[in-house]
Structures are given as structure tokens and as C-alpha cells.
């Protein structure tokens, strides 16, 4: 019997394996897998499984959701849920990971996870998937991992990772599964995902610019994050990489947290950087993290942005003013 791990899951190992993994990944063989018809669907089957197997459980929440092809292998328990999936598995919808563990591809898991999730977090997952950082969540696994409680002091994001996702090939492969679960609320959300986010709080103020007022953002168009720019200084040629940029514009808004950017020589580097930038004719809009905290010195900063992009502001209201506020509780929770 094979353990096949759903969405919530599967969320939850990608982010241990990209964390401990680093450069390498998640690992893993894609598969294609018609029918689940050989998947376990007990405590006692998960208790079986070997040491590196139980390890990856530990860090898949608890309980851990599994996949199974029909109702008749249900099971509801303290330390394990079932999901019923009785289609054919589209091709590369699983990884492989060895020692009887499959867990949903990226691509896939993030179809499937915006059936249970709205617009809002559904493009939060798909920007981390996408993005350069991954929120590694430590949870007491259901076997006791002494791994677990040796680490338990962890950090909860790690940062500097390869994606796991594209949001282009995503988009394709939603397409073509428009008869699957998930795949309205994924094609949706996907019209806000970007890569190459370097942290949650990047994904944040990108969100909270970009998306459309309906959903509380401010409607701004849609930068590119962190690409590369060659630049000329007396030192000769460099390679830069602006945090959120508009090219027809060439505005560069640079977030500076305190957790990236604190000591002196931090301070220097980010203010040498700026420089360069601006000396190429970049515009560089330094935005801090009291900023961001700060609902009216964000409003500031996000009319002014508006102005340098040459968008027309329109008068905005209490409804928009309530939802602009829940969707900044949503996005900055956990990081004032």
C-alpha cells in the first residue's frame, strides 16, 4: 500500500522539504498514477511505514490528510483524514518521494488547495510556490518526532530556494484540467500569482498594491519581482536585482524590513545600492517596514506610486476602506 498525501498535506511537507532541502528541492519522481486504488488508508498503515516515512508525516500536520479512490475506504480520526479522489490522476500529478510516500505536485496541490481556499490565499500559496522563500511551519507530528522538538526553535520562513512552481506552466496545466476540482478557483487566483517573490512580506506588498479593489488592493498594475538589471557604475558593469519593478516606468520599490536589512553595514549596502540604481535612471521608492505597518503611511505611499505610474486616482469609499483593512490583516498577520 502507497500513502498518498492530499493538498493541505502535501502544503505542509513541500514547505519542511524545501526548507531542509535548500538547492535541492523537493526531490522526488513525478508519476503518473491513473487510479489510487492501492492507497492506505489507515493508522495502522501509516505506523508501518519506515523512519524516513515517519519523519516526513511529522512535518505534514496533524492529522495528515491522505487521498483514497472511494468512499468505502473513509476514515475519520484523531491523527487521520481521507479525501476521496476517484478520477484519473492527471499525468505528473504526483511525486514519488520513496519509502511509500506520494504527495501531490506543486502544480497540482495548488489546484486542488484553491477548492478550499478563497482568491486572497490561494494566490498567497501560489506566490510561495512560485516565489523564493518557503513558510516552513513546525508541527508535532503524530508519531512524536524527537526531530521535531530538537527543532523546535526554528524560524518559520526560510529563505533564498528554488521555486517548486511557474506560474505559466501552472496556468497550463489548469487549463487543461478545466473538469477537476479546483480549477476555476485555481485559473482565478493564477491571474494574480507572479514569481520570483523573495519573501512573504514581498508577496504582501505586492498583493496589497496590485490587487483589485473589489478584493481591497489599490488596482496598481501588476511589476515584475526582482529581475535582473544590468547597471554601469565607475566600478564598471553590475548586476542588480530591484525588488518590485515597473519597467515602462522603471520604478523600483524596495522593501527594507528589519529582518533583511538591520546593522550599519546593512544600512550602507542597501543606500549604495539605491544609489546605483537611481544614477541608471531608476526611480528607487524605499519602503520600510513601519510603512507598511501603518495603514495611512501605506495609503500614502501606494497614491504616490499611483501618481509616478501616470493612473488616475479615483475617490475612495468606506466599503473600499473595510476591505482594503481586512485584506491587510489577512496579508501582514503574524509579522507586526
Known sequence: MKLYLAPESSLELTRYLRSTNGEGGLGGTPMR?????????????????DETAQRWLAHSGDPVHVFVAARTKGTITKHLTTHVFGQPAPHGSFLDLGHGVWMCAPHFMFMQMAAQVDLVDAAR???ELCGAYSQWRLEPGIMGDPYYREHSETQACTFDLPPVMKSNRAETF?????????????RAAL?????????????????????PKRLGGYGLPKPILNPKLIISTP????ERYPDLYWIG????????????????WA??????????????????????????????EFDAFAQGLRKMLGIR??????EWAYRRDELRNRLLAGWN
Open 33 to 49: 498514477k491513473r487510479m489510487l486504488n492501492d492507497a492506505a488508508n489507515t493508522v495502522q498503515e501509516l505506523v508501518e511505514l
Open 125 to 127: 500559496i501560489g506566490m
Open 267 to 296: 544600512r550602507y549596502r542597501d543606500s549604495k545600492r539605491e544609489v546605483e540604481l537611481t544614477v541608471a535612471n531608476v526611480k528607487v521608492l524605499p519602503l520600510t517596514r513601519p510603512q507598511l505597518m501603518s495603514a495611512s
Open 235 to 238: 566600478d564598471g558593469t553590475k
Open 313 to 318: 486616482s479615483r475617490k475612495a469609499d468606506s
Open 191 to 211: 491571474k494574480w500569482v507572479i514569481d520570483n517573490s523573495a519573501s512573504p512580506m514581498e508577496t504582501a506588498v505586492y498583493l496589497l498594491l496590485c490587487l
Open 174 to 186: 489548469v487549463a487543461r484540467q478545466s473538469g477537476l476540482r479546483g480549477a476555476v478557483g485555481a
Open 249 to 264: 516606468a522603471s520604478i523600483d520599490v524596495e522593501y527594507n524590513s528589519d529582518l533583511s536589512h538591520s546593522g550599519e
